[in-house]
């Protein structure tokens, strides 16, 4: 019998059987962040314990940080700067990476790690961070852990883990015009909801997959979590290589082609099998947008907001409405046409160049509609130079959006900037639960170039109305 490549990682990582339900793990690599990962830093010190490998593990400061152009240490979030020096501190105390604020490498870690080629085929790798799948596009074994867990890692370079189920999700045909690997997971996610992927570590695969370009391969995996499952992947093929050679941390020369030569053994054998397996036709996709208050709540751009009534369990005709009071949106409105009152670009879903590129495709030559607060802020320090570079900042500042520094900014409130209290915004991050984006604010998610088309015309609007 053939082995899936989440089983060919796990047991390349595998070092014992716990016998309690747990195997223990190598990790190869460990991410943080200033929100968590300061807190790991800390325990490890006070413990008066060491990192293993500090030169494995790498911190982004991208939570807290304001995104406000000439920042400082300073930022909106109460408290916040003391995540920022109490890391800067801890991370250079230990030793390890970090790319720190006025580095132009900085960014949102799931942005960073693969941008600067550190998370790699055939690794494992973990970050106290739920999208830390979004790196599992790169062929890597990625998942999300705790603080506790993260301290334990970098002391021990382990961690005992339940081995997941495995789950393939093969999407076929191709997708049109329009339709981004951003519809492709929301519409994963609406078809079998946010908990089909509980339990599981899912392979990604299908010609979909296969003919999307790298960044692309990034959105699909980071909305994994959306889906309920423990991590996901895609295997490494061609894409894969090219968008590594040459990245500062990968490997080179003849390194480089001992590990393509292991890379290529990774893909899941043909009689491989699964203990689940769903196929997702993308031919006759439209573009994607959430009406309620999980990624689970959405239909394509020419749907309607949903009727409770219609729903037989009572369970989810009750979150339904719950979801359609908080949205403020009565059963059978047309989502396409929908007034909005902001629009944001960013986030470790969509905030790479490409997402940039694209966004700024539809919008070259227009305005944001009246009264709209649009904002765009870039992946990483490298996203934000080379869209500059290219000239897209000006495409955006004059069609009226900000242009901010990199990090993760309105993706989540966190008691600082906000795309205005009680709001109904349009957005490419990937949580639309309450709150998320502050106090009351009515999100609802969509791809880049939806969220571009819909700020021109004040109202969610689908992008092929708008081809540029
Ligand atoms: S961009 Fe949003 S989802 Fe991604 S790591 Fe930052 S806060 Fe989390």
């Not at 470790?348 to 495709?361: E, G, H, I, K, P």
Request: glycine content about 10%.
């Amino acid at each position: 019998m053939g082995q899936t490549i989440i089983e060919k990682l796990w047991e390349a990582h595998s070092i014992a059987d716990l016998g309690d339900g747990n195997q223990l793990i190598y990790i190869d690599r460990v991410f943080f962040h200033e929100r968590t990962g300061s807190i790991a830093l800390q325990g490890l010190e006070a413990a008066g314990r060491t990192v293993r490998n500090p030169e494995q593990v790498f911190g982004c400061m991208d939570h807290i940080v304001d995104t406000i152009p000439g920042r400082t240490d300073d930022t909106m979030v109460p408290g916040g700067s003391a995540f920022i020096t109490t890391t800067r501190k801890a991370a250079h105390a230990a030793g390890v990476n970090l790319f720190d604020l006025g580095d132009d490498r900085q960014g949102i870690v799931h942005v960073v790690s693969p941008e600067q080629g550190i998370a790699l085929p055939g690794l494992t790798l973990v970050c106290p961070d739920s999208h830390t799948c979004t790196q599992g596009a790169l062929g890597a074994l990625a998942w999300g852990i705790g603080s506790t867990e993260c301290e334990h890692a970098m002391a021990t370079k382990t961690l005992a883990v339940k081995k997941p189920k495995t789950m393939r999700v093969r999407f076929t045909g191709q997708p049109g015009y329009g339709v981004t690997a951003k519809d492709m997971i929301l519409h994963l996610i609406g078809r079998h909801t946010a908990s089909g992927g509980v339990g599981y570590a899912i392979e990604f695969a299908g010609e979909a997959v296969r003919a999307l370009p790298m960044e692309a391969r990034f959105t699909l995996c980071n909305m994994a979590v959306e889906f309920g499952a423990w991590s996901c992947i895609i295997a490494p093929d061609q894409t894969t290589y090219a968008y590594l050679a040459g990245r500062p941390y990968a490997p080179k020369g003849h390194t480089w082609e001992q590990a393509l030569a292991y890379w290529q053994t990774l893909p899941s054998d043909d009689d491989a099998s699964f203990d689940k397996e769903t196929v997702i036709d993308c031919s006759a996709l439209v573009p994607q947008v959430t009406w309620g208050t999980s990624p689970q709540h959405e239909t394509g751009i020419d749907g309607i907001v949903p009727d409770p009534a219609d729903e037989p369990d009572t369970n989810h005709r009750q979150s339904i409405e719950r979801a359609l009071e908080y949205m403020d949106l009565e059963p059978g409105t047309q989502l396409a046409g929908l007034p909005i009152d902001s629009a944001f670009i960013g986030s470790c879903t969509n905030s790479r160049l490409s997402d940039l590129r694209n966004a700024a495709a539809i919008l070259k030559g227009h305005k944001v509609a009246d009264g709209i607060k649009a904002i765009c802020v870039p992946g990483s320090g490298q996203v934000k130079k080379a869209a500059e570079a290219e000239g897209l900042d000006k495409i955006f500042t004059a069609a009226g959006f900000e242009w901010r520094e990199p990090g993760c900014s309105m993706c989540f409130y966190a008691g600082g900037d906000n795309l205005g209290l009680g709001k109904r915004t349009v957005s490419s991050t990937n949580r639309n639960f309450e709150n998320r984006q502050g106090p009351g604010t009515k999100t609802h998610l969509a791809s880049p170039t939806t969220v571009a088309a819909s700020a021109i015309k004040g109202c969610l609007t689908d992008v092929r109305t708008l081809e540029p």
